[in-house]
């Protein structure tokens, strides 16, 4: 009888272990997430005066599903691109803001938020998103 409760005993500790490490979204895992921020330069009549990938624009990672506050950001490099490594598998929400206060065309005025959800779903997954265009 004793040998039948050390062994139930076990197979319950066991089991809450493996639950418990049941990974959520963020870091802690080895897949990478990669793309480029892509601006639009508008004069103050809406005439598009420039095209180029943005430089040291900061882009903002929330993990899971979870609305609000951002979990990580980074800025850009001098390419435009950004990377945000070491992810879990999961879902996420990438965004940028964008100012529309001069693109007539846009239907918007003022200061905007560019998202993209995605998700993770390979440990070693690397994901590379489609430009990113934002409005300057």
């Known amino acids: 009888m004793k040998s039948i409760l050390n062994n139930l005993f076990f197979f ?9 490490c049941t990974k959520e979204p963020g870091v802690g895992g080895s897949a990478i997430v990669t793309g480029k921020i892509y601006a639009e330069d508008y004069n103050s009549l ?6 180029y990938y943005a430089q040291n624009y900061k882009v903002y990672l929330i993990y899971g599903n979870e609305a609000g506050a951002y979990d990580d950001d980074i800025n850009t490099s001098y390419d435009g691109s950004f990377e945000f490594k070491y992810l879990q598998k999961g879902n996420y929400e990438l965004f940028v803001y964008s100012d529309y206060s001069y693109c007539l065309n846009c239907g918007n005025i003022g200061d905007s938020v560019v998202s993209i959800k995605f998700q993770i779903t390979d440990k070693k997954q690397e994901l590379e998103l489609n430009d990113i265009t934002i409005f300057k």
Request: glycine fraction near 14%; aromatic fraction near 6%.
């Open 12 to 20: 319950i500790v066991s089991m809450l272990f493996l639950v418990s």
């Open 46 to 51: 809406g005439t598009l005066t420039g095209e």
